[in-house]
């Protein structure tokens, strides 16, 4: 027999399935019952489960349903079953009458063979011809089997004692008799090598109801000896049965073990619950390989199997029932969430004709900033909020930047001047002396500086004005963050030249605000990986955090570096202060 209790309530219904179509019904009684134990186990737990979940998701127990295909296959299944089971033993009675009536009659035309008037060979031969109808009339009700052998036996005895007038007749069938069961004890002994104890062990059973009911006495010369051969070869068969059991039960108890350390390790799972989705997601997937070395773990002593079992289903159930309160508040927060952004997006529509430019691009940036502090909201919520926000603060910035492309007299004049520098740039070819090259490059980036603004439409100049700064540089070897730097150190110069000590404080404070939202970015991003965690590094949407979180680190280190240089760069100024003071004051004391 399979081991039901290690299979999952899909293999089970499958396993129903192959039976009732591929098997004799009356033959697969004990399979079909311990399917459906472990099956009613199995639903039961699991039912229990969706309900502990649908009841943590805040539904009411009395509304709970659930529609389970297992269940519904093999509530199918299990009555194609029933109905087969049912037409056997229907079909079975009719022929167990039949049978009985077959016997009965065979009874009687036994009683009539004693005290007949005819030759002796002619009775003994109808005697053998009734055995052999005996032999094959099939199975009685079992109500009346026993009264019916016995009523045989009884005048196969008479008709021996009558036989016995014929001691030739007599000895010839028990010496028929004795090559018979010679025959069964040959083939008793034989099954000490069937290596399937339980086949070995129906076959004995057969051997025995053979030597009972179809086989007559033997001369009282063999009677003992004969039985003695049966009987040794039946206990020794009954020996082994109980050494397999032995066996078995010292199996089930090692099972034992092994399962109430399975139990131990998933209470210890329920008593140390995490508190963060891609750690319980973890200990989701531990719970399941937990449960699954339980079901395969093989079946334990009756004595304590179910005790066991309902061990099990309370460790498994204290930690859905934690997992689902976590679940329970972070749906609550999700929603939460979804409150927050929904006050966003009224906000952001409220904003999104403003003329007030002034005063609203700082609001809506504020709003785009906080937005992105605001965790997950619910799946079904994300994709339509974010589209309706995006909507609105596109719409307001679209409209800013189609009142900017006004371009004045001056910044025309300016893209003129641009353009022209970003031609002599385009035609600079590196020399031999890498320094005096970037020498070069940074008096293109000063003169790139000197020039004012340019039409707000005409502003993607600059970028590309920086794409060939940038593939120069990176002919000469210099990488994208120097590079970013050589560029940021011609704008310190700038402002040091300017004497505008607010301005570099002005430029430090941005600086230093980049610096925080670089890393809120990615504290941001990488909890967003949390959530993936479940999914393959190749998914788009992974693909997609990871280059962002990459970028965002790249970025950050590059606006400390702009941050160290601006603070070496006023730490210097603030020395040459320093030192000119104390000159001053040396010239006031010669003066005294």
């Known amino acids: 027999m399979h081991d ?112 007949v008037e005819e030759d002796i060979n002619t009775t003994y031969k109808n005697f053998k011809d009734l055995q052999e109808q005996w032999r094959h009339a099939g199975s009685v009700p079992r109500s009346q089997y026993s009264d019916v052998w016995r009523t045989y036996h009884h005048h196969i005895e008479i008709f021996y004692d009558f036989l016995h007038l014929n001691r030739e007749l007599r000895d010839l069938d028990f010496k028929h008799n004795l090559e018979e069961k010679e025959k069964l004890v040959q083939r008793a002994e034989a099954l000490a090598e069937e290596s399937d104890l339980n086949k070995a062990f129906r076959e004995l059973q057969t051997l025995h109801k053979i030597w009972k009911e179809d086989i007559g006495p033997v001369d009282k010369e063999h009677r003992e000896a004969i039985w003695e051969r049966f009987s040794n070869a039946t206990k020794a068969m009954h020996h082994r049965r109980q050494d397999h059991f032995k066996e078995m039960e010292k199996g089930f108890e090692e099972n034992l073990v092994k399962k109430n350390e399975l139990i131990a390790s998933i209470t210890q799972l329920g008593e140390n619950v995490a508190t963060h989705h891609k750690g319980l997601q973890k200990q989701i997937k531990e719970l399941e390989a937990l449960r699954t070395a339980f079901f395969k773990a093989g079946k334990v002593p009756q004595k304590v199997n179910e005790e066991t079992w309902s061990r099990f289903k309370e460790a498994v159930r204290a930690f859905n029932r934690k997992k689902n309160v976590f679940y329970k508040n972070l749906k609550k927060e999700q929603q939460d969430n979804l409150d927050k952004k929904r006050e966003l997006v009224k906000l952001a529509v409220s904003l999104k004709d403003s003329e007030e430019w002034a005063k609203a691009t700082p609001e809506m940036k504020r709003i785009q900033q906080e937005w992105k502090q605001i965790g997950h909201v619910p799946r079904k919520y994300s994709d339509s909020i974010w589209k309706e926000f995006k909507t609105a603060c596109n719409h307001y910035f679209d409209r800013m930047h189609a009142q900017k492309n006004k371009a004045s007299g001056a910044e025309t004049e300016n893209l003129a001047k641009k353009n022209a520098c970003l031609e002599k740039l385009q035609a600079f070819e590196p020399g031999k002396d890498r320094e005096k090259d970037i020498a070069s490059i940074k008096s293109f980036i000063d003169e790139w500086k000197s020039i004012g603004r340019v039409p707000f439409n005409k502003k993607h100049i600059n970028g590309k004005f920086n794409k060939v700064v940038d593939a120069i540089l990176k002919k000469l070897g210099v990488t994208q963050q120097e590079s970013e730097l050589l560029k940021y150190g011609n704008k310190l110069q700038q402002l040091t030249s300017r004497d505008d000590e607010y301005a570099l404080q002005k430029e430090r404070s941005f600086i230093r605000r980049k610096i925080e939202e670089g890393k809120s970015e990615i504290n941001q991003l990488e909890n967003n990986l949390q959530f993936f965690s479940n999914a393959s590094e190749d998914n788009p949407l992974v693909k997609e955090v990871i280059q962002k979180l990459n970028k965002q680190k790249e970025s950050l280190k590059t606006w400390k570096a702009k941050l160290k240089k601006i603070n070496i760069l006023q730490h210097s100024l603030a020395k040459e202060d320093e030192e000119e003071a104390s000159e001053t004051d040396t010239k006031i004391e010669d003066g005294n």
């Open 4 to 115: 039901y209790h290690s299979m999952t309530m899909e293999n089970l219904v499958g396993e129903l399935q192959r039976l009732v179509r591929n098997e004799k019904v009356q033959a697969i009684k004990n399979h079909v019952d311990g399917i459906k134990t472990e099956f009613d186990l199995k639903f039961q737990e699991f039912l229990e489960e969706k309900k502990e979940e649908f009841i943590s998701h805040g539904g009411n127990e009395i509304d709970f349903r659930y529609n389970s295909v297992a269940k519904r296959q093999f509530n199918e299944v299990y009555s194609e079953y029933r109905e087969k089971r049912n037409a056997y033993y229907k079909t079975l009675e009719t022929n167990l009458k039949q049978n009985l009536e077959k016997r009965l009659q065979i009874i009687e035309d036994l009683k009539a063979l004693v005290n």
